[in-house]
């Protein structure tokens, strides 16, 4: 059973600043739609970002996950362990809220369609529905988040949150989904990687050791 003093005992700097992260992000909805949100977001555009947030965006899917959770394997299989069920986790919900609850929420390509001067990046491309919650987002948080509560560096884990809302910042920015679908999808992640972690991180046995430890034995 997870004991909440302990949790934001042990990682309070992490906690506090995604919440504030979250707040924001939850004002900035009181005061503007998500409509005016995106396009505010299109319009900060160069070709420097356009390059980074098209390739950062990718830590949000198993192409990139899948082979750091390998690499953890190497270290140490209960770290594996944890960012493994963390993903799982998070995209299976995230998907279950996408194919059977929001399955027809539209994303910003609908509503830009008749817009003028809108800025689209090249080699993108771009979804219609299935808008709520991003799952890139959900992704990324339950990757970064599982490694930021594995370390106890505070300045690893802040490194690893900036790394995460920088993937729903680039799901934004190439106009596949609002910010009410990152803030969601950041939740569910971050859910997904906090119940991921406590309830692994005690469990002994032959989750301590690593490949690593494998191959040097066989020697």
Not at 80 to 99: E, N, P, Y
Not at 139 to 166: E, N, V
Request: with cysteine.
């Amino acid at each position: 059973m997870i004991k909440l003093p302990h949790l934001s005992k042990s990682h309070r700097i992490l906690f506090i600043t995604y919440f504030q992260f979250l707040v924001l992000g939850v004002l900035c909805l009181s005061f503007r739609s998500n409509l005016e949100i995106s396009l505010f977001v299109n319009r900060l555009n160069s070709p420097i970002l356009d390059f980074f947030f098209k390739y950062w965006t990718a830590f949000g899917t198993f192409a990139l996950i899948g082979p750091i959770i390998l690499l953890q394997c190497f270290l140490k299989y209960r770290e594996a362990l944890i960012t493994a069920v963390s993903t799982l986790m998070g995209l299976l919900l995230v998907q279950i809220a996408k194919r059977f609850i929001w399955y027809d929420a539209p994303r910003p390509k609908v509503f830009f369609e008749n817009m003028q001067d809108i800025h689209y990046v090249a080699g993108v491309h771009l979804y219609s529905a299935h808008s709520f919650p991003s799952g890139h987002t959900t992704g990324a948080f339950a990757l970064f988040m599982a490694l930021a509560l594995i370390t106890k560096r505070p300045i690893y884990q802040m490194i690893f949150l900036i790394s995460a809302i920088l993937v729903g910042y680039s799901r934004m920015y190439l106009s596949q989904h609002f910010l009410v679908d990152v803030l969601a999808g950041s939740a569910i992640g971050t859910f997904s990687a906090t119940l991921s972690y406590y309830w692994f991180k005690d469990k002994k046995g032959v989750l301590d050791g690593s490949l690593r430890t494998l191959f040097s034995r066989s020697r």
